[in-house]
């Protein structure tokens, strides 16, 4: 068998994998519907993994697709990790029964000192007491990403497609999206120190792990890869192959492999049991709403 067939085999195998896992989990959590605030937080974010996985594979099997192409397939998972970045916080806010909306904040969390870093205390007082204003704040630092992400795809797309995507806007798209995601991360890591005590519970660090691992491979190999291809590791033997899509094609090759393992430990970081309602139970209740 040639290797290019091996490693399409071999990447279709990973994705089933990882698709198979994945929902194995999903419909776990959708039969055992229990906290529905909680459980669509970690349907969006368990759907990361199977999502990458095919999203890679689809830029495998189209190798030869074009640039715009490959920003497209980048921009959806970048776009989806823009959500569930904001999801996580959502969930973590569910878990301590916090409802920006409804004006709801339990009052023994109310008061607890802030102590923000360099660079925010150019920006922020070195030490802030937690209410309302704060929580709002922290949130809207987590959702200027979703929003700014999708634009600044839109954007890049849109430049490819017309042929007018000069380096400097590349730079600058890139710098602007890092310090987003940057303020972004900065929130829940403030919002899990503060909480650390009462989230324990709930096993935050391991699901932020599984988000934060899948994000870290993806954008450090893909450093690598590139490193690899500068200093002529990686390099094409032919005219007609460029060596962006030799990159492009290994990181795909190694998404599909990594989101096996990241929906298996998505299936301990975000276990069902929590949420397993008990046979008797559930028989007890129905009979009692009849």
């Known amino acids: 068998m040639h290797p290019a067939q091996i490693i399409l085999w071999g990447s279709t195998l990973c994705v089933m994998l990882a698709v198979h896992f994945s929902m194995k989990l999903l419909s776990g959590h959708v039969l055992n519907w229990k906290k529905p605030k909680e459980q669509k937080a970690i349907v969006i974010i368990i759907l990361m993994a199977p999502l990458y996985a095919v999203d890679s594979y689809v830029g495998l099997i189209n190798f030869f697709g074009s640039e715009t192409f490959f920003t497209f397939l980048d921009s959806i998972k970048e776009c989806y990790e823009a ?29 607890r000192e802030i102590h923000h870093s360099f660079p925010m205390t150019l920006f922020q007082p070195h030490t802030t ?45 890139t710098i602007i999206l890092n310090i987003s995601v940057t303020l972004a991360l900065y929130s829940l890591v403030v919002f899990y120190h503060v909480f650390a005590k009462e989230l324990e519970p709930h096993k935050p660090l391991a699901k932020f792990l599984c988000i934060k691992g899948i994000v870290f491979f993806c954008f450090w190999q893909g450093i690598v890869l590139n490193l690899l291809s500068k200093f002529g590791i990686i390099r094409s033997r032919f005219a007609w192959l460029p060596v962006e899509r030799i990159e492009e094609g290994y990181q795909n090759i190694l998404v599909c492999l990594e989101m096996v393992f990241f929906s298996i430990y998505q299936m301990s970081a975000y276990s069902v ?6 046979g008797k139970t559930s028989v007890t209740s129905d009979k009692k709403s009849k």
């Open 83 to 111: 959500l569930v970045i904001a999801k996580f916080l959502g969930l973590m806010y569910s878990y301590l029964n916090i409802s920006l909306s409804k004006n709801i904040v339990p009052d023994e969390i109310k008061g």
């Open 129 to 173: 007491r937690l209410d309302h204003h704060t929580l709002k704040l922290l949130k809207s630092w987590t959702w200027q990403f979703v929003v700014l992400r999708p634009v600044c795809s839109i954007l890049m797309i849109t430049l490819q497609y017309f042929e007018v995507y000069p380096s400097w806007v590349d730079w600058t798209i």
């Open 273 to 278: 049991a929590p949420y397993k309602v008990d």
